[in-house]
């Protein structure tokens, strides 16, 4: 324990350092304040707020934690994208994906700052933000390894160019989500933070869902009657559910705003609460099953799972001739099958969120009578309480004081 | 944990324990033991109300023996008049507020 103290007083000395004068004298005043604390966990939890304060204060997070992250999470994307053989175009495609898309999600930032403003305040903002740019990084990683193995020659006998095509359509796809997150959590958003966290809320939901029913991409056939009959039915709820859940999104978003927002515009924010959840549902089971498929090669135990349930899809999937992926053994067909239904969640990343629009939208038009109107809070969200504002930081209390 | 006077449940905390004595200087780990905050809150709020003038800040004149030099707190006449605004403007609100901080309730009392 002491040595423990001791540690977090040297490091709260250290850390002190890194603040201006004026800030630096409150972390003194609470080291010089530390010996009247009872020594063992008390005195132990004192010097750690003593932490706390400095990293806040120093604001690190904002200025170093998240840009040293994002380079961290480019760099393990950029290193495995970048292994193979340099003639092969699956690997230069990875190697122009992950260039891309780091360019893109480092610089676009900075373009949405200029017209929608820094990042939100409050928690959400920041893990929606976080989240999002996760989840992009993690389907390029996927979706590398996928073609890595599955576009590699002799399989890639479409020709390059179509691949090419297909790249520049899924980048193109790729701005635009990035585009999206980071407005919708832009001080000056489009849509209230409300909205956005039961939109986003509600697609990544429905994406676990969807990827739980169909985890490589296409529904999986069951051999015995109970169970096929279970999954039949699974299925039929589970598109049921897709289909409702921007519906029901945009309908509690407009209830949370309706009263604040004409009745003519009362389409906004169901609108704005449906394209998070399909934009959201879209990219969790894109990230999830193309990761799925990623494995395949790499695990005999899901290859073998996977080769049970593919069923009336064998055809499709299996070519009856082997793929050579760079450095792996020989690996069965379904493999290069699967890879076309992973370029398939081009198109769920494409009208995902046009369909959650459509179907938010008129849940918003159809969601009740406004009631009396309020002052409008920036963005759809609910009115406000009164005449004086409250900030809704939900973070430190400090700024809220 | 907002409220009509714009201040946290903490900051009204804070602004209570240093209303009920305004002429006394205060010291950190007093105040953080009688309100019941850990030091990682109490010491932001107390930079945000000396940054807006309604806290007063200073370290001890004396080097006492023993110890290292505390850094003093009390109220401005500004945060005073804040603050008694801010508490007879919330009284229900302070008290809700008090039954997150750490585990303690903390009863606003003002100074006459």
């Known amino acids: ?401 | 944990m907002g409220n009509r006077s714009g201040f946290s449940a903490q900051t009204l905390a804070v602004l209570a324990e240093l209303c009920a004595t305004p002429s006394q200087w205060r010291h950190g780990y007093g105040v953080a033991r009688d309100t019941g905050l850990k030091s990682g809150t109490l010491y932001p709020v107390l930079i945000r109300l000396a940054d807006r003038g309604l806290v007063d800040a200073c370290w001890e004149d004396e080097q006492p023996a023993g110890r290292p030099r505390r850094h003093l707190y009390r109220l401005t006449p500004e945060g005073l008049a804040a603050a008694r605004a801010a508490l007879a403007q919330a009284p229900s609100t302070s008290r809700a507020g008090a039954r997150v901080v750490g585990g303690r309730r903390v009863v606003p009392r003002i100074a006459p």
């Open chain 1, 1 to 401: 324990m002491n040595r423990l103290t001791r540690v977090i007083e040297a490091l709260l000395q250290w850390s002190a350092g890194l603040l201006p004068a004026d800030r630096r004298v409150w972390v003194q005043a609470l080291w010089a304040e530390a010996d009247e604390v009872p020594p063992g966990w008390r005195r132990l939890a004192w010097l750690v707020g003593g932490v706390r304060l400095t990293a806040r204060e120093a604001t690190l997070p904002r200025r170093f934690g998240y840009p040293l992250a994002f380079t961290a999470a480019a760099a393990v994307v950029a290193w495995s994208a970048w292994s193979g053989p340099a003639g092969d175009s699956a690997i230069a495609i990875n190697r122009l994906d992950v260039i891309t898309i780091a360019v893109i999600l480092a610089g676009l930032p900075w373009a949405i700052r200029r017209a929608r403003g820094p990042v939100a305040g409050g928690r959400l903002a920041r893990l929606v933000r976080t989240g999002g740019y996760v989840a992009m990084l993690a389907l390029v990683l996927a979706k590398a390894a996928v073609e890595r193995v599955a576009d590699a020659p002799p399989n890639n006998l479409d020709g390059s160019a179509r691949a090419w095509e297909g790249e520049v359509v899924f980048l193109a796809v790729m701005v635009g989500y990035a585009v999206v997150i980071l407005a919708f959590t832009a001080q000056r958003s489009p849509a209230a933070p409300v909205t956005v966290a039961i939109g986003t809320a509600t697609g990544a939901v429905v994406g676990v869902l969807a990827y739980a029913l169909g985890p490589l991409g296409f529904p999986l056939r069951f051999t015995g009657p109970w169970s096929a009959g279970f999954y039949d039915a699974a299925i039929a709820v589970g598109v049921l559910l897709a289909l409702c859940a921007p519906v029901a999104a945009g309908w509690a978003a407009t209830r949370r705003a309706d009263r604040s927002v004409p009745t003519g515009s009362r389409f906004w924010p169901g609108a704005m609460a449906g394209s998070c959840t399909g934009a959201a549902a879209a990219l969790v089971v894109a990230v999830l099953s193309t990761a799925t498929i990623a494995l395949l090669p790499y695990s005999s135990g899901l290859e073998h799972w996977a080769a049970g349930h593919i069923g009336q899809w064998a055809p499709v999937a299996s070519y009856g001739k082997s793929v050579y992926g760079y450095g792996q053994a020989p690996r069965h067909g379904y493999v290069a099958g699967n890879s076309a239904f992973a370029a398939g969640y081009l198109i769920v990343l494409l009208l995902g969120p046009l369909l959650g629009c459509a179907f938010g939208a008129w849940a918003g038009r159809a969601a009740g009578n406004p009631g009396p109107r309020l002052p409008r809070r920036p963005g759809d969200g609910p009115p406000l309480p009164g005449p004086v504002p409250t900030p809704e930081t939900g973070s430190s209390p400090a700024s809220r004081s």
